[in-house]
């Protein structure tokens, strides 16, 4: 019922920018959590940065705090993912993901089985 489109990949040279974009439609929640998380090949994925569902708190990966910036515009209905100072080990596929909360939650933010609701990713490729 909901459908998730990421845009903005691409190839980009260590040390440059990328904002990706993740445009949710079909289906409004009053009480919706949204977040990015990423996969390398081999790798299993993992958690980069989300919205709690009251959109009130924001978390970040260890690994990208103070490089990247999640964002949202609720009249667009589109979370976006600044990227900035991008390493080699930042590339990978980027999900964008959501869930809905309806009165309890049993999970966590950081995981992937939390997420009901995923796009099926942009190619993120940072070069030396």
């Known amino acids: 019922q909901v459908q998730l489109v990421e845009s903005g990949g691409g190839l980009v040279q260590a040390g440059g920018s990328l904002r990706l974009s993740c445009a949710a439609s079909?289906?409004?929640?009053?009480?919706?959590?949204m977040g990015w998380f990423r996969q390398a090949p081999g790798k299993e994925r993992e958690f980069v940065a989300g919205?709690?569902?009251?959109?009130?708190?924001?978390y970040y990966a260890d690994s990208v705090k103070g490089r990247f910036t999640i964002s949202r515009d609720n009249a667009k209905n589109t979370v976006y993912l600044q990227m900035n100072s991008l390493k080699s080990d930042d590339t990978a596929v980027y999900f964008c993901?959501?869930?809905?909360?309806?009165?309890?939650?049993?999970?966590?933010?950081?995981?992937?089985?939390?997420?009901?609701?995923w796009g099926q990713g942009t190619q993120v490729t940072v070069s030396s």
């Open positions: 993901a959501a869930f809905t909360y309806r009165g309890y939650f049993s999970g966590s933010y950081y995981l992937p089985d939390s997420y009901d609701y």
């Open positions: 079909g289906s409004t929640f009053s009480r919706t959590a």
């Open positions: 919205f709690s569902w009251s959109g009130r708190n924001i």
